[in-house]
C-alpha cells in the first residue's frame, strides 16, 4: 500500500530553522515528481516547494524562495524540505504530495505535520 509519512514539524521561533522529511513507500519514487504544500487555517492550500524526478529541477513559491530549499535522495525514498529564516506566517499545516509521471498511475498524499512559528 503506497503511502506517504511526513516528520519533522514543531514550534521554532522566528528567524529559526526545521527540516521536514517525507518518506515514501509503495510505489515508484523516483518517477514522481514530490512537492510540498502547505495550509493555515482558513485558508487554501498552495504549493511550497517541487523537485522533478530526473533531472532534480527545482521550483519554489516566491514567499520562500532564498529561505526554502527541496531535495530528494531516490535511494531512500525520501524528500525534505529545508526551511530557514522562518517567519510567523510560516505556520501551517505541511503535506508531502507525489505527483505521477502519467495520468494512469494515482496522485499521493502524506497526512501532514504542523510547522508553528513563534513572534
Known amino acids: 500500500q503506497a503511502e506517504l509519512v511526513e516528520s519533522g514539524g514543531g514550534l521554532v521561533q522566528a528567524g529559526g530553522s526545521l527540516r521536514l522529511s517525507c518518506a515514501a513507500s509503495?510505489?515508484?519514487?523516483?518517477?514522481?515528481?514530490m512537492s510540498w504544500y502547505r495550509q493555515a487555517p482558513g485558508k487554501e492550500r498552495e504549493l511550497v516547494a517541487s523537485?522533478?524526478?530526473?533531472?532534480?529541477?527545482?521550483i519554489y513559491a516566491d514567499s520562500v524562495k532564498g529561505r526554502f530549499n527541496i531535495s530528494r535522495d531516490n535511494a531512500k525514498n525520501l524528500v525534505y524540505l529545508q526551511m530557514n529564516s522562518l517567519k510567523p506566517e510560516d505556520t501551517s499545516i505541511y503535506f508531502c504530495?507525489?505527483?505521477?509521471?502519467?495520468?494512469?498511475?494515482?496522485?499521493?498524499w502524506g497526512q501532514g505535520t504542523q510547522v508553528t512559528v513563534s513572534p
Open positions: 504530495k507525489g505527483r505521477p509521471p502519467g495520468s494512469s498511475f494515482p496522485t499521493y
Open positions: 509503495g510505489f515508484t519514487f523516483s518517477s514522481y515528481t
Open positions: 523537485i522533478h524526478s530526473m533531472p532534480h529541477i527545482s
